[in-house]
């Protein structure tokens, strides 16, 4: 199984970037996906999930500026970052839970955003 994750960049404060996350490999099913983001000397920090049903979840930091949404039929889960601010610049990290593996890592993905 292997998470491909996406659309890291360099956008300046305002700006907008999307990130993709493409799972591949031999599973059942994909339970919820997430982002998680990591600032350097920071720990690591959920920022959205969704469900399979569809019900999303966000960090308080990015309510109303990031959506994440999912394509069952492409295995993807993608990150919309609207208005974004120099304090989400980070290594930005997809995962799920798979059925019968458990949760799996993609490889991050660098947003820098300059003020």
């Known amino acids: 199984v292997q998470l491909q994750a996406s659309g890291g960049g360099l956008v300046q404060a305002g700006g907008s970037l999307r990130l993709s996350c493409t799972i591949s490999g031999n599973f059942l099913r994909i339970n919820e996906m997430e982002w998680y983001h990591q600032a350097p000397g920071k720990q690591r920090e959920l920022v959205a999930a969704i469900t399979s049903g569809g019900t999303q979840n966000y960090a308080d930091s990015v309510k109303g500026r990031f959506t994440i949404s999912r394509d069952n039929a492409k295995n993807t889960v993608y990150l919309q970052m609207n208005r974004l601010k120099s304090e989400d610049t980070a290594d930005y990290y997809c995962?799920?839970?798979?059925?019968?593996?458990?949760?799996?890592w993609g490889q991050g993905t660098l947003v820098t955003v300059s003020s």
């Open positions: 995962s799920a839970v798979l059925l019968p593996w458990g949760r799996r």
